[in-house]
């Protein structure tokens, strides 16, 4: 509970972490309640182990008796036999005197003791022959201390009888042995178990309190902020991990809308700004209705370069969070190339440049007509706009597609000034322009949204030298193109063969298999 | 032309009311989606244009009520959500177009016009087009003006159906993307200008009355000037 000095003075934290809350906590938790029925389980067990070993041994001491009292029985029967009733009381007399002796008794039929060493009986003992559990009283010792024996009573000829036992006090002493030593068990089992449960629960509740604290800090404000990993690989560390990697993204998100709160501050400001000021020097400034009008005209040609900035940097947005949602469909992709290329020759041909297209057949992708057009229309128009050749170049933009191994290919190459290797990752980045470009008309987003559409189908963009000028390459998952058949069309499935699935959870709301729109 | 607008915002109801007045209109106002569909279901209306989100029942479910209902009044969608799959969204529900916010009113204006016609001409679509002196022959694919043969590309020649196909009409730049491209997006550029201005050196060169005529601050309209 190191962290309570951390974070009580801390305003971050929502509620703080007192060690009161420690214990009800404790009780609750999962390490707590499973080391608990452990504890149950392991003192059933124990408990179980030595009811068995004691009841063994008292099976094991006693058969050892029988077998005893077997034996004196056959010696004396043979005293007997050999000797009358005479001989036996003598046998029995000496006997009874040894040191550690038996148990004998020699009665009259009446029950008038004759010989032995046993002083009291429970009543009517003798009354029952064969073998009996009792207690009795030793005539040698002291009279006060009865015991416990195993006894087998006879029925001697002329109605005399004959007890012989053995005590058991051995056989008492190791059940009281056993006894003490399962109390003991239990007792150190019940501690050692509650001393194990309440250090493991600790220590994961502290991982998990310490979690719970990086969480509130992070929810605080604190982006920056990750959970700590102990680098056992455990769950837990897995789960920071995960953790983790999802507060990273999260933080890229809100880095990158950061940015286009920050951007869009900036430069919607300056048309906006422009856009005033038109309209106030039109106020102040215009004599005739022409010039009013021109003003305006002016002013709303402003407002759409403005609507039309807006709705790239929402776009870029969206594709950067991955929502577009049932709208990813099997296209040929040769035929929106194709398209796109011939909707763009007229104004290559207009800017003085070719426009020439080596586009494979058949070329099929997973995704977004619209957005996949957009993205290369995009390009193509870079391409136009800055493609333009130095004195004595080629004045040719070449649009190409093909497909290697399980991907499709597709570039944008001009033979413009291109874009020195420094900048190129940074002209992905949204109203970055390079300085040659700026007296060009643009507001730096067209390469971004089309990172962000290739990004959003699983591909990657690159910028390469074209020695000189830039290629833009973009690589897409290949799949099987959709039929030309126009009778073909209608509800198809997507071949999932080839088609990887798009990448991270931000896609996870374009699972392939979509409905064709 | 009658036309209804849906719309919850009531500045923004004003204005398209007086915009559509002032173009030859007469349109009517509904501040709220069921108001809307009472409206929409007295019928008479030659257009619907309706707001996506409204009060009490959403642009959508309004089409399609009325859709089940069996009427099939051509409805305009217009929409602040301009997500990729808006657009299929509404036509889905049986929205004839979709126009994303903001929007220019020439806009609204030509598609709206474009629906209205297209309420009231034949199911099926005739085989030749004449404006003037221009001929077009859909099925053989033939251009003539003044009984001679223009040559045109394959693209040029349906881009030029669709300008005679909605003859004495504005069609903008994005109608002319949607319906000759099938592309719904911004080209940025002025790519369509450039398109007609090939169009019309072929169509219109040499001759004393243009056919394509520019409309400023909308589009392109296809008319015969000479009568």
């Known amino acids: 509970m190191t962290r309570n000095a951390d974070t009580a003075g801390a305003p971050v934290t929502g509620s703080p972490r007192p060690a009161q809350r420690f214990l009800p906590n404790l009780f609750r938790t999962t390490a707590f309640k499973l080391t608990a029925v452990y504890l149950v389980v392991f003192a059933l067990f124990a408990g179980l182990l030595l009811g068995y070993v004691a009841w063994n041994a008292k099976r094991l001491l006693d058969d050892q008796i029988r077998s005893t009292i077997d034996a004196e029985i056959q010696g004396l029967a043979e005293q007997q036999r050999l000797g009358g009733i005479r001989r036996l009381v003598n046998v029995i007399e000496r006997r009874s005197r040894a040191p550690g002796a038996s148990l004998y008794l020699v009665t009259t039929p009446v029950g008038e003791r004759i010989a032995g060493n046993v002083e009291a009986l429970p009543p009517g003992t003798l009354d029952r022959p064969g073998e009996t559990e009792i207690e009795y009283a030793r005539s040698s010792d002291a009279v006060d201390k009865p015991g416990r024996a195993i006894v087998r009573i006879f029925m001697l000829p002329n109605g005399f009888r004959l007890l012989v036992g053995r005590d058991v006090e051995e056989r008492e002493r190791l059940g009281i042995v056993i006894r003490r030593a399962a109390g003991w068990s239990l007792l150190l089992v019940f501690v050692l178990g509650c001393f194990a449960s309440w250090f493991v629960a600790r220590r994961v509740l502290k991982r998990i309190d310490d979690m719970t604290d990086t969480a509130q800090s992070i929810m605080a404000g604190d982006l920056k902020g990750r959970l700590a990993i102990s680098g056992t690989g455990d769950e837990l560390d897995r789960l920071a991990l995960n953790l983790n990697a999802m507060l990273e993204r999260i933080g890229e998100l809100m880095a990158g809308m950061q940015q286009v709160s920050d951007n869009v501050a900036h430069d919607l400001k300056t048309p906006l700004t422009r856009l005033r000021n038109r309209a106030e020097e039109a106020l102040r400034t215009a004599r005739s209705p022409d010039e009013l009008r021109a003003a305006l005209d002016g002013s709303i040609d402003e407002a759409d370069n403005l609507i039309r900035v807006f709705n790239a940097l929402l776009m870029i947005a969206r594709l950067e969070t991955g929502r577009i949602q049932d709208s990813m469909d099997r296209l040929d992709l040769s035929e929106i190339v194709s398209g796109m290329a011939e909707l763009y020759e007229p104004l290559a041909e207009e800017a003085g440049l070719s426009l020439v297209t080596n586009v494979a057949p058949g070329l099929g992708v997973l995704g977004n007509r619209e957005l996949i057009g957009q993205a290369l229309a995009n390009l193509i128009d870079n391409a136009l706009k800055y493609g333009q050749p130095a004195e004595g170049g080629h004045p040719v933009v070449t649009v190409a597609a093909q497909q290697i191994d399980g991907e499709v290919l597709l570039s944008v190459a001009d033979h413009g000034p291109g874009i020195p290797e420094q900048d190129r990752s940074r002209v992905l980045d949204r109203f970055v322009r390079l300085d040659a470009s700026r007296s060009k008309p643009g507001f730096g987003l067209g390469l971004s949204l089309a990172a962000g559409v290739v990004r959003l189908h699983a591909g990657q963009l690159r910028l390469e030298d074209n020695a000189p000028g830039l290629r833009v390459v973009i690589t897409l998952p290949a799949i099987a193109a959709p039929a030309l058949d126009p009778a073909a069309a209608g509800p198809k499935t997507v071949d999932m063969k080839g088609s990887p699935l798009l990448p991270g959870s931000t896609s996870a709301s374009n699972p392939v298999g979509l409905p064709s729109l | ?227």
Do not use: C
Not at chain 2, 95 to 106: N, Q
Not at chain 2, 114 to 131: F, I, K, M, N, Q
């Open chain 2, 1 to 227: 032309m009658r036309l209804l607008i849906v719309e919850d915002d009531a500045e923004a109801a004003a204005y398209l009311t007086k915009a559509f007045r002032e173009a030859g209109h007469v349109a009517d106002h509904a501040g709220d989606g069921l108001e809307g569909y009472a409206m929409a279901e007295g019928g008479g209306y030659d257009v619907l244009v309706v707001d996506r989100m409204l009060p009490r029942l959403d642009g959508l479910s309004l089409i399609r009520s009325l859709r089940e209902q069996k009427d099939a009044t051509p409805a305009l969608i217009l929409s602040a959500l301009a997500q990729v799959d808006d657009r299929v969204k509404g036509l889905r529900a049986g929205g004839d177009d979709y126009l994303p916010k903001p929007y220019a009113f020439s806009e609204l204006l030509a598609r709206v016009e474009v629906l209205a016609r297209r309420r009231g001409a034949p199911a099926s679509e005739p085989t030749t087009y004449r404006v003037g002196d221009l001929d077009l022959d859909r099925l053989a694919h033939r251009v003539t003006r003044g009984g001679t043969e223009i040559l045109l590309q394959p693209r040029e020649f349906r881009l030029l159906e669709y300008l005679m196909k909605h003859a004495g009409q504005v069609v903008t730049r994005t109608m002319l993307l949607e319906n000759v491209w099938d592309y719904h997006f911004d080209p940025q550029t002025n790519v369509i200008d450039v398109h007609v201005s090939r169009l019309r050196a072929k169509v219109d060169k040499g001759f004393e009355h243009p056919m394509i005529h520019t409309i400023r601050g909308a589009g392109y309209m296809v008319r015969d000037t000479q009568r």
